[in-house]
């Protein structure tokens, strides 16, 4: 195809509603690597949003895709089983624990709705409690649950109703100005006045939560108050819900978010990489719950697609040996330890912050406040340095990395280096 007609095609033909960060177009991904049609190599550390966990085109992956492709490529798993979906199932259950049965969907944002209507079709109620921040997808009921960013929620109104949100435990910008080793938890206090005042318990369906906020800002809860909100859940007898549509399937360094934290929730969310960069999606839930919600109460077309369960198979079998997750963790750290460095150079990082190779940082100005200007700055030399990133957060000052999660330190090195030199040139100018 011609190249100029190419770099043209996308604002001739499609939309300008999803945001394009940039213009390049890519013919091919290998690893860590983008190949746009000009012959430019980029190291990649958005892959999919997180969605590619082995990086571009894995070869074991590839491969499974392929062979199912020859075998099956689509029935509706409504009409038939498919050996991969049943496969996957199993091997999947290996990691979930008592979330023991499942229903496979397409997307993040599809298993969040299938979620939010078990929680109302099992309890007969219909209150929701979300938290300030969090992403949950674009579709209307996805979007209802959602507060990100206001971007995200307007000219859409009315949204699904009885939402409720609460402050999520955003240590480093307390809206109840708590240090961290001296907080007493006024967020979750917060939620437990409401419960008083307007939200009757009785009425709630589920409460739906990111164990790592993702969109908003790669924010992680200190682990004493994930404690205390499942112990509420449990007490006040709430169905707690984890969104892991990107936290799941290793980028932490466990293979759920959930399980840096030891409790548990009643019905867990994944997506992204679930399906090995095809799109997948998979809601996992209590046998008790799951067998509540009666047959032909739900359903999907693509769901549980026999090739990207090919795929998320293959991926599961290697993140799930014997010590990968281990090297995620490791290699998190060193990647934590030298952004942390950078900080100590460059106060305008304001804060370092993830788990395994989810991670971010926050730029702010001299007083505190967000600077989404440098943050742009940063990323525009990123970029001239043929490396990709994504920013997050409601102001748009927060970088995040979300590379492959076999990804060689010295890669990161690279990474690191380019941020260095991007910060230090931001100060001359």
């Known amino acids: 195809m011609d190249p100029q007609w190419l770099k043209s095609a996308y604002t001739e033909y499609f939309t300008p509603a999803p945001k394009k960060v940039t213009n390049l177009v890519v013919e091919r991904g290998e690893g860590i690597h983008l190949y746009t049609i000009d012959g430019d190599k980029y190291l990649d550390f958005v892959q999919g949003v997180a969605a590619n966990a082995l990086g571009h085109c894995h070869s074991a992956l590839t491969a499974a895709a392929v062979r199912q492709l020859h075998q099956l490529g689509h029935a509706s798993f409504n009409l038939v089983s498919y050996p991969s979906a049943l496969a996957l199932a199993a091997e999947l259950r290996k990691w979930t624990g008592r979330l023991d049965k499942f229903f496979f969907t397409n997307t993040g944002a599809e298993v969040v709705e299938s979620g939010l209507k078990l929680a109302r079709y099992i309890t007969g109620k219909s209150s929701i409690i979300a938290f300030r921040g969090s992403f949950h ?232 406040r967000p600077d989404p200007e440098k943050t742009a700055a940063i990323v525009t030399h990123l970029f001239s340095n043929k490396i990709l990133v994504y920013t997050c957060g409601v102001r748009g000052n927060i970088i995040r990395f979300m590379p492959p999660l076999n990804v060689e330190e010295t890669v990161l090195d690279q990474l690191l280096d380019a941020l260095d030199q991007g910060f230090a040139a931001t100060r001359k100018s």
């Open 137 to 368: 997808g674009r579709t209307m009921g996805a979007a209802s649950v959602t507060s990100s960013s206001a971007k995200f929620r307007k000219h859409y109104a009315p949204f699904v109703p009885q939402v409720y949100f609460a402050p999520y435990p955003y240590c480093f910008r307390c809206l109840f100005h708590q240090k961290v080793e001296t907080c007493a938890l006024d967020c979750l206090a917060y939620l437990l006045d409401d419960f008083e005042h307007f939200i009757p318990t009785e009425d709630v369906s589920v409460v739906l939560f990111e164990p790592v906020m993702g969109e908003g800002g790669y924010v992680v809860p200190p682990k004493k108050y994930m404690e205390a909100l499942a112990n509420l859940c449990r007490d006040k007898q709430l169905l707690l819900m984890f969104d892991e549509v990107q936290t799941g399937l290793g980028r932490t360094g466990r293979m759920f978010a959930f399980q840096h934290f030891g409790i548990e929730p009643d019905i867990l969310l994944l997506g992204k990489a679930v399906g090995g960069g095809y799109p997948l999606a998979v809601l996992a839930a209590k046998r008790e719950i799951m067998d509540q919600w009666h047959s032909g109460s739900h359903g999907s077309t693509f769901g549980g697609h026999p090739v990207a369960c090919a795929a998320g198979l293959a991926q599961l079998e290697i993140v799930g040996a014997s010590g990968f997750l281990d090297s995620v963790t490791a290699k998190g750290v060193f990647f934590r330890e030298r952004l942390i460095r950078l900080r100590q150079r460059y106060p305008e990082i304001g804060d370092v912050r993830g788990l395994g190779l989810m991670n971010a940082i926050e730029v702010v100005k001299p007083d505190g």
